[in-house]
């Protein structure tokens, strides 16, 4: 049953979030409902296409999908197309998707961000009892990594949208706003779409055995629930995919008003 909901959450990603990626590359590159649709269609089967062919091509990795399953994949896209063009094309579902996505990933990393707190108070909980009071609780340091996964994977999302990672560069700082989106926009779909699909791509087995034994911490006294700090994996690189979408959708709108 774990391994079925697992292909079905792999499917959909690949299905339904995978393609939605690439409409605001397909709102930048041309106009029109029918046009933007269409180039949006090209894109992502270009794309699998190509995947498909290195696959092929590369006997190690062995991946060989089936023809029917790649029939129902483009099947898939192309009814998620024709959705995209009854909504209005590309730029109609960008502005309806990208303040969802956004408030979605905003509100994730403000909930999650309270954890500092909390882990903060369980480290001075932890000093006091083993220090004055000469007890320890197995089950209070593995919160600890708990909570420390929990912030910095569910808000790179949001560090990402408010522009608050670590940022090493010598041009971007004071370059004008049109070559800032520019760069942006490249960065989202060069580095940082294909990082999240590796990480999804990769995690997915790592995960998925995980939550077929109900891992859990190798003492007696520890968080019995591995799987779950695990799963934070996949759901890091959704959120730093919804936050690229919005990031990438605003730097679309400054490039064409730049135009």
Same mark, same amino acid.
């Given at each position: 049953m774990l391994t079925l909901a697992g292909d079905i959450l792999n499917w959909a990603a690949a299905g339904i979030v995978f393609p939605l990626m690439f409409l605001p590359a397909a709102a930048l590159v041309t106009h029109g409902r029918a046009r933007s649709t269409a180039?949006?269609?090209v894109g992502v089967a270009a794309i699998v296409a190509a995947g498909v062919t290195f696959a092929a091509l590369a006997p190690a990795l062995r991946i060989t999908p089936p023809v029917p399953t790649l029939l129902i994949y483009f099947s898939v896209v192309a009814v998620l197309g024709g959705a995209i063009w009854i909504a +209005? +094309?590309? $730029?109609?579902?960008? $502005?309806?998707?990208s303040p969802l996505l956004d408030g979605f990933v905003r509100r994730t990393g403000r909930t999650v961000m309270w954890l500092i707190l909390v882990m903060a108070g369980v480290q001075f909980g932890i000093v006091v009892l083993r220090y004055v009071f000469g007890v320890n609780f197995i089950f209070m340091q593995e919160s600890? @990594?708990?909570?420390? +996964?929990?912030v910095f994977l569910l808000a790179g999302g949001y560090a990402l949208l @408010?522009?608050?990672h670590v940022r090493v560069d010598i041009f971007y700082r004071d370059a004008p706003p049109k070559h800032k989106a520019l760069v942006d926009f490249l960065g989202t779909y060069f580095l940082l779409f294909p990082v999240c699909l590796l990480l999804l791509w990769t995690a997915s087995p790592y995960v998925g055995v995980s939550w077929s034994v109900t891992e859990g911490s190798a003492e007696t006294s520890g968080i019995q629930g591995v799987y779950i700090l695990k799963s934070l994996v996949p759901a890091f690189a959704i959120l730093l995919a919804m936050a690229g979408f919005t990031n990438a959708a605003r730097a679309g709108e400054t490039l064409k008003a730049g135009a």
């Open positions: 180039i949006w269609f +209005g +094309g590309p $730029a109609s579902v960008i $502005a309806l998707l600890i @990594t708990y909570m420390h +996964g929990a @408010t522009n608050d």
